[in-house]
């Protein structure tokens, strides 16, 4: 692609003139990136869960699962490079393996704390959305793991996913409802499978593809490893499929003192921390990988959930239908 090539020639130089900053900006700004990886997003949402709002969460999580899935395969569509693979005068302040266009972090930033800002409707909640994800496409440049043009078009996919989202999320939520519970778990089967898909697909017209020479500063990468949809297959079957349960057998309550929704998430985190660690330490494949975050989501959506209503951490806001 000659004009992307061309474009990241001429966005060097103002990389490069963001580094020369003070070395105080370097850890604020990695600070703020954390805001835009879907990881952050991930990680908040079993609190918001448990312990605030279950629907908001699963909206959230549907949004950021959305963002993430398009921008991972996105990339494998661009195959496009990093400024530091390019150029050794762009210090790595941050290493990524996966391709740099369009930039997760801008997208999903974009999408999720778009998504928050739709359900607080607040003027300042879209002022404060703005601002940050402005200082995380800032961020991602000054890291030097970014072009200047990634962060735009990681914005302009968050921004559209968002829309996209917000349009059909009533639609799809009431056929969603509409259906069996078995309709419901293969469903979320074929939509996992198909993430898989899809990015096979998009790495198809690169096959025989090896690193340019250069990109010799990019060290030892592997960005054609789908490892990323795999993972993202997981949690997108084990939320869905843990979702459509619990909302078949009775949804819960997740308000009570502080102190009993402080008991909720540190149990809950142990056991999803404990269902990570087993599946690292299992023989990596792509089989090993998807069951073990299917796992965790389903832990996060439902078992957790059916445990602390056990244990009296947490109660039913309706009567419990059958399974069906």
Known sequence: ??????????????????????????????LVSVFGTDTFFLLCLPVLYWCVDPKLALRLALTVMVSAAANAIGKLAAHQPRPYWIDPRVRPLSLEGAFGLPSGHAQNG???????????????????????????CLSRVYLGVHFISDVVAGVLLGAAVL?????????????WRGLELWA?????????????GAAALANAPYAGWSLPAAWSSAGRIAP????????????????LAG???????????????LGLRAARWLLGTAVAVLIWYVQGEL???????????????????????LTFIKLGLMSRVRQAQAVH
Not at 118 to 132: E, S
Not at 246 to 253: L, P, T
Not at 283 to 305: C, F, I, N, S
């Open 283 to 305: 023989p990596q494949t792509g089989v090993v990988t998807y069951g073990g975050y299917a796992l965790l989501a389903l832990w996060v959506q439902l078992g957790a959930p």
């Open 110 to 136: 974009t999408a999720g704390l778009g998504r928050l800002a739709v359900t607080a409707g607040r003027p300042w909640a879209w002022w404060t959305a703005g601002a940050l994800t402005a200082l995380v």
């Open 243 to 257: 979702a459509s349960i619990m909302y078949r057998i009775g949804w819960f309550d997740a308000g009570g003192p």
């Open 184 to 196: 419901q778990l293969a469903a979320s089967a074929v939509l996992s499978g198909a993430l898989i």
């Open 1 to 30: 692609m000659d004009f992307l090539d061309d474009l990241h020639r001429a966005e060097l130089e103002p990389i490069i003139w963001l580094q020369q900053w003070p070395d105080w900006v370097r850890p604020v700004l990695e």
């Open 163 to 175: 829309l996209l989202v917000h349009k059909l999320e009533r639609p799809l939520t009431a056929w």
């Open 224 to 239: 054609e490893s789908l490892i990323t949809i795999v993972t993202m297959a997981g949690v997108l079957f084990g939320t």
